[in-house]
């Protein structure tokens, strides 16, 4: 088990730029494969992104492929979003996510943050 916080969020305006960072608790992250999901109001929890335990691989959904990057560093026990060109429709709770395995689904994922606040005002 690991122990997530996320940080980062808050109040932007469309085309602006948001960095999430998420802290992950004990000396083991780098066996951990680690998502990014969003939840949007009334909506269902949504994958963002994934990265491989080593970084070497990621993979988007679509609706950020281009705008989004997710990257990790091992030694700080940390992955990022950086989130670049935001849309009103970005606007949800970020949730980061650590898996044993690849997955690009909510239940594929077993420890997760209590999630941070991302608002795109139009």
């Known amino acids: 088990q690991v122990q997530l916080v996320e940080s980062g969020g808050g109040l932007v305006q469309a085309g602006g730029s948001l960095r999430l960072s998420c802290a992950a608790s004990?000396?083991?992250?780098?066996?951990?494969?680690m998502g990014w999901f969003r939840q949007a109001p009334g909506k269902e929890r949504q994958f963002v992104a994934q990265i491989s335990r080593s970084g070497g691989s990621t993979l988007y959904a679509d609706s950020v492929k281009g705008r989004f990057t997710i990257s990790r560093d091992n030694a700080k026990n940390t992955v990022y979003l950086q989130m670049n060109s935001l849309k009103p429709e970005d606007t949800a709770i970020y949730y980061c996510?650590?898996?044993?395995?690849?997955?690009?689904?909510?239940?594929?994922?077993?420890?997760w943050g209590q999630g941070t606040q991302v608002t795109v005002s139009s």
């Open positions: 004990g000396r083991t992250f780098s066996r951990y494969v």
């Open positions: 996510a650590a898996s044993n395995n690849l997955a690009s689904i909510p239940t594929g994922y077993d420890d």
